[in-house]
């Protein structure tokens, strides 16, 4: 029997019944003309307000400072370098506060799920609380009202003398670079590489004789663990600490307050929010399954590490992958504290400056579209990677 | 009684346990009696000045009395404000009744209200015509500003957002495609953006000469923007409902439109319920983004009124503002999503 001819693009588009085909041409053609309407009337406004059209301008010196800046930033740098340092603030923005929400949300999650119900009643008092109240209106909370009264650097708030938080920001030890530094990243590579190979080892030969190789484990460990006590204890990078020199705190890496209020305010925010997926996530998982696992006589380490948290994050990944996203989004609200961000430095300064509104939103924009993008796909690939694989 | 004493117990189950029911009530009663110092005992209520509040480490609810006016309305002309009030017991009222039992018509009269409802509110608000003097939206403020918006943006989000749906839904490959292309794009921006648009990029968008209010751009920006949120909340809803039902209405001889209409949105509506609560919620919290747009708001007020010379007196009197709001937003969006959540229970027990 031979298979039925693939139906054509006119039948799968559904051109082909007058009904269909009059409200599809009609949506394309009213869509196309809203689009020309807007276009000629922007083209006409453009011309008529004497806007200047194109990206030229990212070329021309900003001539305006940046409070953080992840890459140089010289005073002559162009406003394609600021677009780039303030993309560069964003995403370091995003990725600390949804790392540090995803480990708050987790410990929150738990509280949550805690056997003593006292405990419990926090957490949920906690949850409730933060999701209730405007992330704005937090933001302005840990921005003027928590880190706006700290004392001046004189009088630091200091963690054993390494961490400084005070009136100008926080500021850490900074690791810095000593001789024979590119040798021995060189190394630490290659340890890494081994530690990576060693660990498939043992895999592969406790899949094939149900034994886990302990000495193959160590060396992998070992392999990890040398190179970073190394760097730890001072070498071939020492750390410098910063320390009080006159009215200042000098040397060390300074993190400016605005950046301190948005991480906390995201990661307090953001954590409220998984913690409830993660417990929705727990949830799903039946009482079966941990009988099951019982039944087969596993520890209870094993039941949770090989059967519970597997299907646990099988089912938040998705709901997280959009609570990053929204976090992410949230980061623009930076504009409202003056943390030098994407939308502060293109859609606020850039634009004010260059007068080219319809370019720089376009950059600001898609800037952002893209970082979701790419925060899509990672959910998918780790969501595929997690999916069960059925028969 | 039961259900106490057993959550008692539970709290002293294991050693550990007892540890960490120690630890919270200690906690607990620290904070909350620092909490009952610092808001009530120690807190300045009255006075005749700010000075009232200078040097006294408790909360200002004098700050609050004395800017009660602008909190409500921003700077609404007073000798217009009866106009603001009628509205606010107009929209109330109308409240009361829809949420009285009472079933027949009720479906026409809700949508009757909510195109004749917001006609009445912005011509009384606004004025211009039936000889009422113009306030110009730029003097709107408060909580005026903050329910007009939230308001607005939920009603007309519903509507738009069940469209959406719909077209999403469609088995025209093409409207699907638009809508799939409208959600994605309105969710991957963030709602600063769009309100930057709104007020920088929209009037050049428009035919040159046409001069549109900043506020209603707003409203057009918080409209479009939320309506994906709720699309995608509604679709969840529709493909909640069986197919049987569709087929079921079919066999009863009814259109297709009609099956979607009586059948399935009713029920694509009631199992999306609690996503259209929170999306709701999280249109109440998001007005307070008009800030960035140089709007004031029910927050916006409350922070701009920090930095009047009169006021800066110390910590306590931003401590107090930033509480006050804290509390507002907590009562209304705890509030609605507590409500809705006794709502479904009632539903789940009528369907039993």
Known sequence: MKPPPPPSLLTRMRLTEPHSFLVQVGLIAAVAIFVAFIVANLSANLERLNIAVGFGFLQRTAGFDIAQSLIPYPPSATYLRAFLAAFANTVLL?????????????FIALARMSTNPLLSLVALGYIEAVRNIPLLLQLFFWYFSVLGPLPLPRQSFDLFGLVFLNKRGLSLPAPVAGPGFSVFLFVAAAALLAAWFLFRRARLNRIRSGRSSIA?????????????????????????????????????????????????????????????????????????QTEAGMALGLSRARIYSKIIIPQVFRAIVPPLTGQYITLLKNSSLAAAIGYPDLMLIVAGTTLNQTGQPVEVMAIAMASYLLLNVLISLGGNVVNKRMQLVER | MRGLISFLRQCVSTPLNIAISLAICLWLGLNLAELTRWAIIDAVWSGASPQACAGVDAACWLFIKERFGQIL????????????????????????????????????????????????????????????????????????????????????????????????????????????????LMRGLPLVGILFIAIVLFPLFVPPGMDIDALVRTLIAFALFNAANMAEVIRGGIQAVPRGQYEAAMALGLRHWQAMALTIIPQ???????????????????????????????????????????????????????????????????GLSRYSARIERKLDVGRQ
């Open chain 1, 94 to 106: 995003a990725v600390v506060s949804i790392s540090a929400a995803t480990v708050l949300g987790l």
């Open chain 1, 216 to 288: 193959l484990l160590a060396t992998a460990i070992a392999c990890i663990a040398v190179p970073l006590l190394h760097v730890l204890l001072g070498s071939p990078v020492s750390w410098e600490i910063p320390e009080l020199r006159g009215l200042n705190l000098a040397g060390g890496v300074v993190v400016i307050p605005e950046f301190v209020a948005m991480a906390i305010g995201m990661t307090v925010y953001g954590s409220a929010f998984i913690a409830e997926l993660i417990r929705g996530g727990v949830m799903t998982v039946g009482k079966g």
């Open chain 2, 73 to 184: 309305y921003g700077t609404y002309p007073r000798e217009e404000l009866w106009r603001v009030v009628l509205c606010g017991i107009a929209g109330l009222g109308l409240l009361v009744v829809f949420s009285l039992p009472w079933r027949r018509g009720k479906l026409l009269a809700v949508l009757a209200t909510l195109i004749v409802f917001p006609v009445f509110a912005g011509i009384m608000l606004r004025g211009g015509i039936f000889g009422l003097t113009v306030v110009p939206t730029t003097r709107w403020g408060g909580m005026l500003l903050t329910v007009v918006i939230a308001a607005w943006t939920i009603a007309t989000t519903l509507p738009l957002g069940l469209a959406v749906a719909l077209a999403r839904r469609s088995k025209l490959p093409v409207v699907a495609a638009f809508a799939a292309c409208y959600i994605d």
């Open chain 2, 268 to 334: 694509a509506v009631r199992a999306a319920m609690p996503g259209i609560v929170n999306v709701s919620v999280a249109i109440i919290k998001e007005t307070t983004i008009v800030l960035i747009a140089g709007m004031f708001d029910f927050l916006g007020v409350l922070h701009s009124g920090l930095i009047d010379p009169a006021w800066i007196i110390g910590d306590q009197v931003r401590e107090t503002a930033y509480f006050f709001a804290g509390v507002v937003f907590f009562v209304v969006c705890f």
